[in-house]
């Protein structure tokens, strides 16, 4: 393989998330009583940090809207995980790569624990290595902390290892964060953002299908 350690993005990426975390978000506006912003554009809330989202969507501020955090975990965790699907090829995907030796994790913003039953969901929990997200205080939610944490995770050094990494995802997000770490980044258009704004952040390479993906890697 090209790379040592790759890196994938979950929401957008390895799983199509929209609905459940749509509709999270609708329990969460609803429960404290805002106006409801027009969720209609996935892009402006699948990829950024959760409590971002409620400050510049939702326009709250930051005591509401950590208590909307609060809410969104709470729906989620029991009912929107549960309206998560694998991208069609993302399965064969992860075990080519793990046929072939490589370190595999999923660096997220998500809450760490809820991007492992997500994986538990789905059915590839056992195709990672490692499983990278936020805290529940809301730290380690950007990808320029959670590269890093990932690799180390892998049993990698970020400064040692840096040409051996990878960091796939569909949102500028994730291409920011790969640039800020100055580790290579593939964007994958089927998700839910925009080859614009991942060009925006230095992205150069993108991939329209998972098969498409492992083409790139080798």
């Known amino acids: 393989m090209k790379y040592k350690y790759i890196l994938f993005d979950l929401d957008g990426t390895v799983s199509e998330s929209a609905a ?3 509709r999270s978000l609708e329990y969460a506006i609803e429960t404290i ?5 027009n969720l209609d554009d996935y892009t402006l809330y699948v990829g950024p940090p959760l409590i971002d989202t409620f400050l ?11 208590r909307g955090a609060e809410l969104y975990r709470s729906y989620y965790g029991e009912y929107g995980k549960r309206l998560n699907r694998t991208y069609q090829g993302i399965p064969e995907l992860l075990k080519k790569l793990r046929a072939e030796n490589a370190k595999l994790a999923i660096c997220s913003s998500k809450y760490e624990p809820f991007a492992e039953e997500i994986l538990e969901i789905l059915g590839v ?16 939610k950007d990808k320029k902390d959670l590269i890093p944490y ?8 970020l400064e040692r290892d840096r040409a051996e990494v990878v960091m796939l995802g569909d949102t500028w997000y994730d291409a ?3 640039r800020l770490c100055g580790v290579d980044f593939i964007g994958a258009t089927y998700g839910y953002g925009t ?6 952040q230095g992205a150069k390479v993108f991939a329209d299908t998972p098969e498409a993906l492992y083409a790139l890697l080798k």
């Open 20 to 22: 459940g975390i749509r």
């Open 33 to 37: 009583g805002c106006p409801m912003p």
């Open 56 to 66: 510049n969507l939702v326009g709250l501020d930051t005591e509401t809207a950590e």
């Open 125 to 140: 929990r056992d195709c990672f290595d490692a499983v990278c997200g936020s805290n529940i205080d809301g730290s380690r």
């Open 150 to 157: 990932a690799v180390k995770s892998l049993g990698g050094d």
């Open 176 to 178: 920011q964060g790969a």
């Open 195 to 200: 080859i614009d704004t991942m060009q925006e």
